[in-house]
C-alpha cells in the first residue's frame, strides 16, 4: 500500500504521524524545485528529476513501514486494552478469548489465557 501512497501502509497500522510524515514528504519531493545547475549535470529534465526524488521517497517510505510492521510489537489498538496476553511464537500481543495469535496464526491449544501468555494447556496433570 505504501508502494502507492506513501503513508497508507502505515495508516493500516495505525501509526498515524508517521503515516501524515510520509505523504508529507512525498508531497514536499515532489512540489520542490531543482536548480537548474544540478539538472545539467545530471543532463535530465525537472520533471524527470522531481519524479526520482519522489520516487527515492516512496521506496524509503517502504522499507520503513516494512520495519514498522515486523519489529514494533505492541499494536496501538491493543495497549489500551486490558485483556492481552503475549503469543509464545511472535512475542507480539493478542486478546486473551482468540483461539490463535492474529499477527502469526499460531493456534492456541485452548482459547484460555493461560495458553496464550506461554503456558501449556495441560499443566496442571
Request: aromatic residues 10%.
Amino acid at each position: 500500500m505504501s508502494a502507492v501512497v506513501p503513508g497508507l501502509g502505515l495508516v493500516y497500522l495505525r501509526r498515524w504521524f508517521r503515516a501524515v510524515y510520509w505523504f508529507g514528504l512525498a508531497l514536499l519531493a515532489g512540489s520542490v524545485g531543482l536548480p537548474d545547475s544540478l539538472l545539467t549535470t545530471v543532463g535530465a529534465n525537472q520533471r524527470t528529476a522531481s519524479a526520482m526524488l519522489v520516487g527515492f521517497v516512496v521506496a524509503v517510505s517502504v522499507v520503513d513501514t516494512y520495519r514498522t510492521a515486523l519489529f514494533d510489537t505492541e499494536s496501538p489498538a491493543a495497549a489500551d486494552d486490558s485483556a492481552t496476553a503475549r503469543c509464545e511464537g511472535c512475542g507480539r500481543t493478542t486478546e486473551v478469548d482468540l483461539a490463535f495469535c492474529q499477527w502469526c496464526g499460531k493456534r492456541f491449544e485452548s482459547a484460555d489465557s493461560a495458553t496464550a501468555r506461554g503456558g501449556r494447556a495441560g499443566d496442571d496433570e
